[in-house]
């Protein structure tokens, strides 16, 4: 049984060998200054707005972009544009933020967390509102 390759998280790099043995995603400037020059200083929110549109000139662009290592434009390579989805943000995301999609989506989630436990501490009626329990009267001020 083969392994399947890993991803890079230094370079950005998500393997692609659906393309081709050896091929990966990764958006290095070069290919990010082609996708903003494509589709405007708003191409970040395109690309990913797009992909969840299923719109499929934007995953050519992003393909022909970020993929290296392949000469095949067979999109979507097998997969399901879900699949492929997921793979163009994971490297996408890792350029930007250092971490996948998944990863970064529950970084965000921690940080909303966070906040919402911090106006909670400040304001005991939002926590109530904010917590699973029905409210008693000594949250209210009630009573």
Same mark, same amino acid.
């Given at each position: 049984? @083969?392994?399947? %390759?890993?991803? &890079?998280?230094?370079?950005?790099? $998500?393997?692609? %060998?659906?393309?081709?043995?050896? *091929?990966?995603?990764?958006?290095?400037?070069?290919?990010?200054?082609?996708?903003?020059?494509?589709?405007?200083?708003?191409?970040?929110? @395109?690309?990913? &707005?797009? =992909?969840?549109? $299923?719109?499929?000139?934007?995953?050519?662009?992003? =393909?022909?972009?970020?993929? #290296?290592?392949?000469?095949?434009?067979?999109?979507?390579?097998?997969?399901?544009?879900?699949?492929?989805?997921?793979?163009? /943000?994971? *490297? /996408?995301? =890792? @350029?930007?933020?250092?971490? #996948?999609?998944?990863?970064?989506?529950?970084?965000? /989630?921690?940080?909303?967390?966070?906040?919402?436990?911090?106006?909670?501490?400040? &304001? %005991?009626?939002?926590?109530? !509102? !904010?917590?699973?329990? %029905?409210? #008693?009267?000594?949250? @209210?001020?009630?009573?």
């Amino acid at each position: 049984m @083969t392994e399947e %390759p890993a991803i &890079n998280k230094r370079r950005g790099e $998500v393997p692609f %060998p659906e393309a081709g043995e050896g *091929a990966y995603l990764r958006f290095d400037v070069d290919a990010l200054e082609r996708l903003e020059s494509k589709f405007g200083e708003n191409y970040f929110d @395109t690309i990913v &707005n797009g =992909m969840g549109k $299923v719109r499929v000139n934007i995953f050519q662009a992003v =393909m022909a972009a970020c993929l #290296t290592g392949s000469n095949s434009a067979d999109i979507p390579y097998g997969l399901s544009f879900e699949e492929l989805e997921e793979r163009i /943000l994971d *490297a /996408l995301y =890792m @350029t930007v933020h250092g971490r #996948t999609f998944a990863e970064q989506r529950e970084h965000q /989630l921690e940080i909303m967390a966070e906040r919402m436990g911090a106006l909670s501490d400040q &304001n %005991p009626h939002l926590a109530t !509102l !904010l917590s699973s329990k %029905p409210a #008693t009267e000594q949250d @209210t001020g009630q009573g």
